[in-house]
């Protein structure tokens, strides 16, 4: 059964940073969007940053460019969110997430509003909270 685990997840100060870390595990047939998704209580879950894995492309939203970066070990099965120059505003619960189709043949381009529909595999999230 197919599996992400996040963790990473902690307590920093605004201006700081931190490395989330998704490993996989169980995929029995190929995904091809992998990626990093947010949520805030009472709030509709957002895109922050996905991966095409067939030619390596990377769309990050517009909140998080510049701050973000996603980076992949293949060999650990392991996807990787560094996070700088963190927020208080970047609070929120952190979800890892995969999907069978690539993320550039879905609404903007995996980042769009209704992510929680586009995506078939979920990890259970790690937190992230940002104090000023």
């Known amino acids: 059964q197919p599996q992400l685990r996040e963790s990473g997840g902690d307590s920093v100060q605004a201006g700081g940073s931190l490395r989330l870390s998704c490993v996989v595990s169980?995929?029995?047939?190929?995904?091809?969007?992998i990626g990093w998704f947010r949520q805030v209580s009472g709030k509709e879950r957002e895109g922050v940053a996905v991966?095409?894995?067939?030619?390596?492309?990377?769309y990050y939203a517009d909140s998080v460019k510049g701050r973000f970066t996603l980076s992949q070990d293949n060999a650990k099965n392991t996807l990787y969110l560094q996070m700088n120059s963190l927020k208080p505003e970047d609070t929120a619960m952190y979800y890892c997430?995969?999907?069978?189709?690539?993320?550039?043949?879905?609404?903007?381009?995996?980042?769009?509003?209704?992510?929680?529909?586009?995506?078939?595999?979920w990890g259970q999230g790690t937190p992230v909270t940002v104090s000023s």
């Open positions: 169980g995929f029995t047939t190929s995904y091809f969007c």
């Open positions: 997430a995969a999907d069978e189709l690539m993320c550039r043949g879905k609404p903007d381009n995996g980042l769009g509003t209704g992510v929680i529909y586009e995506y078939d595999y």
């Open positions: 991966l095409d894995i067939d030619d390596g492309s990377t």
